[in-house]
Structures are given as structure tokens and as C-alpha cells.
């Protein structure tokens, strides 16, 4: 009872937030000097980076080794691009509904809208075109398909809207619409999707999304009015980051698990070189941990490993190793 009520109460002030800001001016400027134009504040809203996320709808159909299929990789671009413009859109709607408090942190105020080179009218406009064309490629993708990405859209606007900050769940959903995306290329690929991954997923990327938090709560540390804006509190570093290793090392054990598992001989025709990924991925989220732990990563893992060097070696040696087991 009390949770819904804190729920309706965070509901209502959302839309109190929304109305405000649709008529507030433009937030003042506090990052790059304007000039540059609302198309490419636009694209910077869109995250584009971000869409490297929705490659997650390719791996049924890259597991299945099933690629002669007629339409098969049409349908898998189709996915992709819904996934990730609807991304974009609902970017652009978060930033628009958290100009104020981002304008407080230290690394979002230099997004579009809080740093004052984009208005909130034109955001909003742009995410509704996005979602135009999202729409269209999802409908492209099929019927299974569709009721999935309208599922997602809809989540994840809720998350958006309020559920972001509600303690654990946030964390909890982030990990689900990672593994939603898994299911969502499976059908848009008419691809089977196996229980050990859809597993591993859950686990994996809960603790990437407990990751993040942690980073968040420590770079926050300077300014706490601003974690008042998340169900987290400084306190809560040390069980946060308990939370992202346990999950991150039990997506390992998941692993273990699969390898020694009958089905894994299904696919691959050698196991020995299978094992060598369980060392690769413990270094690679201990080292992540470690790091998060230092300070020397301010954002979530994905964004940090697309600029690390030692992720790209990591990555190459697990795909090397997994071609050496000579997949089906």
C-alpha cells in the first residue's frame, strides 16, 4: 500500500514536471557555447552510442548459426533500428522531464536540453517523429514482434517516468529490458532462444546496472541534493556494490554451468576451449569493479568498454576462443 502510494505520488509529480516544463523557457546555458544548431543538439540528445545496446537483438540469429535463411537479416535490421530509435526517443523524453536535476550533476549538465542548446518543444517533437519510424520498422519486423516493441515502449517510458526511482526496481528493470531485447530479436528472427542465455542475461546485466549506480552514487558524492533524485542514498555504496559482483560473478557460475551442461555439445563440436572464457569474463567484471571502486569510471559499463582498450582484447579473445571450439 505504501509503495503505491509513493508510486501515484511520483506519477503525479511527473506530470506536474512535464507540464512545467513544456512552458518554462530554455533552461540557461552551462555547457559548450550554442551556435552549433538544434539538428546536431538533436542527435547528441538520440545517444547513438547508446544504440550498440540493441546489438543484443542480433545474438539468437548469430547463435544459431542459421544465416541462409531468405528475409531473415531484413527482419533483424528492422528490430535493430525500432529498438534503437525508440531508444533515442524516449532519451529525449527523459532528458526533457530531468533538465532541472541534470542541470546539478556534474557530467549530465552537459546534456542538449539542461546546457541550454535545445528546447524542451523541439525534443519532445523530435522523440515523436522517432517513434513514427520505429514504429514503421517495427511493423516490418512482424506481428510477435510488434506486441514485444510496444511492451518495451511502453516500460520503458514508465521507467522514465518514475520507476527509475524506485529503490532495486530500477536496477531490476534495466536487466530485463536487456533480456527483453534477446526475446525481442529471437522473434523478430523466428530464431529459438536458450534458457542458459536468457539466464546469464539476467544476471550479467543486473550487475552492470548495479554498476552503474554505484558509479553514480560515488560521483555524486560531491553533491547530495542530487541523489535525492534516485532511491539510493551515499550510504548504500557498500551494499550496491555487494549486489553488482554477486550478480555480476553468479552470470559466471551460469556459464560454468552451460558448458558442462548436454546442450552445449548441440553446438559446438570441442568444449576445452569454452572453459577459457569463464577466466576472460572474471577478469574483465572484477576489473570493471575495481575500477568502478576507483572512480575512474563515471558512467555505465557499456559506454566505458566501448572506449577501453582492454574490453576490445577481452572481447577478441572470447570470440577467438569460441570460433577455436569450432561451432557448428
Aim: glycine share 6%; proline share 5%; hydrophobic share 50%.
Amino acid at each position: 500500500m505504501k509503495c503505491r502510494t509513493r508510486l501515484r505520488g511520483t506519477l503525479g509529480l511527473t506530470k506536474e514536471r512535464l507540464l512545467k516544463t513544456l512552458t518554462d523557457e530554455t533552461p540557461q546555458s552551462s555547457g559548450p557555447p550554442e551556435g552549433r544548431g538544434p539538428f546536431l543538439a538533436i542527435v547528441r540528445g538520440c545517444r547513438p552510442q547508446h544504440w550498440i545496446k540493441n546489438v543484443l537483438l542480433l545474438l539468437p540469429l548469430v547463435l544459431s548459426h542459421d544465416f541462409q535463411r531468405a528475409g531473415v537479416w531484413a527482419a533483424a535490421a528492422c528490430a535493430f533500428i525500432s529498438f534503437s530509435l525508440a531508444a533515442s526517443a524516449v532519451y529525449l523524453f527523459n532528458d526533457v522531464m530531468d533538465h532541472s536535476a541534470d542541470r546539478l550533476h556534474p557530467v549530465k549538465r552537459l546534456r542538449p536540453i539542461a546546457a541550454g542548446q535545445l528546447q524542451p518543444r523541439e525534443a519532445i517533437l523530435a522523440a515523436l517523429m522517432l517513434l513514427g519510424l520505429a514504429a514503421a520498422a517495427a511493423h516490418r519486423a512482424g506481428g510477435a514482434f510488434q506486441v514485444l516493441f510496444w511492451s518495451y515502449l511502453v516500460a520503458t517510458t514508465a521507467y522514465s517516468l518514475g520507476l527509475k526511482r524506485i529503490l532495486l526496481v530500477d536496477a531490476l528493470l534495466l536487466a530485463l529490458f536487456y533480456v527483453l531485447r534477446l526475446y525481442a530479436g529471437s522473434l523478430a528472427t523466428e530464431t529459438p532462444v536458450s534458457r542458459w542465455l536468457l539466464c546469464f542475461s539476467l544476471f550479467f546485466f543486473l550487475g552492470l546496472a548495479f554498476q552503474k549506480r554505484v558509479a553514480e552514487l560515488l560521483d555524486w558524492s560531491g553533491s547530495p541534493p542530487a541523489v535525492r533524485h534516485r532511491g539510493y542514498h551515499l550510504e548504500d555504496v557498500a551494499m550496491v556494490t555487494n549486489l553488482g559482483i554477486s550478480s555480476s560473478f553468479l552470470a559466471v557460475v551460469v556459464l560454468a554451468l552451460y558448458i558442462q551442461s548436454p546442450e552445449v555439445s548441440e553446438h559446438y563440436h570441442l568444449i576445452g576451449p569454452l572453459w577459457a572464457v569463464l577466466p576472460l569474463l572474471l577478469y574483465w567484471v572484477s576489473r570493471l569493479w575495481v575500477l568502478t571502486g576507483r572512480r575512474q569510471i563515471k558512467e555505465d559499463a557499456i559506454a566505458f568498454a566501448l572506449r577501453d582498450t582492454a574490453s576490445y582484447a577481452v572481447l577478441a579473445l572470447i570470440v577467438g576462443f569460441i570460433l577455436l571450439a569450432r561451432p557448428y
